[in-house]
């Protein structure tokens, strides 16, 4: 197929870029190349004949037309999103903009674009999302697709809006779409704002490991590149209106996930003290939610889809790739907002604006 990928320099983007090329497909990777952007992540497949690159944003859509009469796609892998979620805290707004208003105009963008080539019947437009849209679950139970939704932060809750979009579209317009729900990612090329780079690069600085509360959250942790693999997996065999659950099936509390950051690095990069030594829990977050948890029973009785790579395995990896790829993370550490502290303090009414008149 060729794949249009929105948001195919960031993180998860790049490792469905990498893969879907490795597999034989084509890609369009369409990116505004916001803060978290990075092109070096894909600069394994830059020179291949079956990669291009177009730099655009979402919300823009007479480049997203362009774009889509250009290069004539069989299908969509819409990525491209805001996602942290202590950023969401601080300017909801960017949130609302790229995650809610881009999803619709890329929608219509899509609607628009199978409309004029004949709605062909292989089309797909795949929306991929998180489970952060369910809320937060007790010390039982985990998310199915029929979950009902509650999202808790700006970010969670501008993905659900986004969710609702895209299933819209299908039943007012009859778009052919698919749907996924994802659980925690880590692995190469993750941007150094989330937890695990995070321990990882202060570590190995000697600098306190930022621990939320207690760190007793717990968070279901899936290997990027199963991630991946799982989202190429329901693009070619998913049920049209459809949505899936995708999870790691490794659970951990954020608190036991540092201590084995830290004995891997202890194991492969010894300093002085044991990693351990630098952990300092820190106010948590507002609206922290207590437990992620995915049950994957769809995906894996429908499309025959589980992980591969447990989380002892993927730590590993995941330690040994940052400390074989300085010249990746380093630069990025200048990077507006990464190693300070977003998201501590959330007024209860936003101040106005300041306009400037007198």
Known sequence: MKILVTGGAGFIGSAVVRQAIAAGHEIVNLDALTYAACLENVASVGNSPAYAFEHADIRDREALDAILARHRPDAIMHLAAESH????????????????????????AARAYWMAEGRPEGFRFHHISTDEVFGTLG??????????????SPYSASKAASDHLVRAWHETYGLPIVMTNCSNNYGPFHFPEKLIPVVILNA????????????ENVRDWLYVEDHADALLTVLEKGEIGRSYNIGGENEARNIDLVHMLCAILDRLKPAAEPYAELITHVTD?????????????????????RPSVTLEEGLEKTVRWYLDNEDWWRPLQAREGVG?????????VAEPEETGAS
């Open 204 to 215: 190995l600085s000697g600098k306190p490991l930022p621990i939320y509360g207690k760190g």
């Open 285 to 305: 977050r507002p609206g922290h939610d207590a437990r992620y948890a995915i049950d994957p029973t769809r995906i894996r009785e429908e499309l025959g889809w």
């Open 139 to 152: 010390e039982t139970g985990k998310f199915t697709e029929e979950t009902p939704y509650a999202p808790n």
């Open 85 to 108: 979620v202590d950023r969401s805290i601080d300017g909801p707004g960017a949130f609302i903009e790229t995650n809610v208003n881009g999803t619709y105009h890329l929608l219509e």
């Open 340 to 348: 300070q502290r977003l998201g501590t303090a959330p007024s209860a």
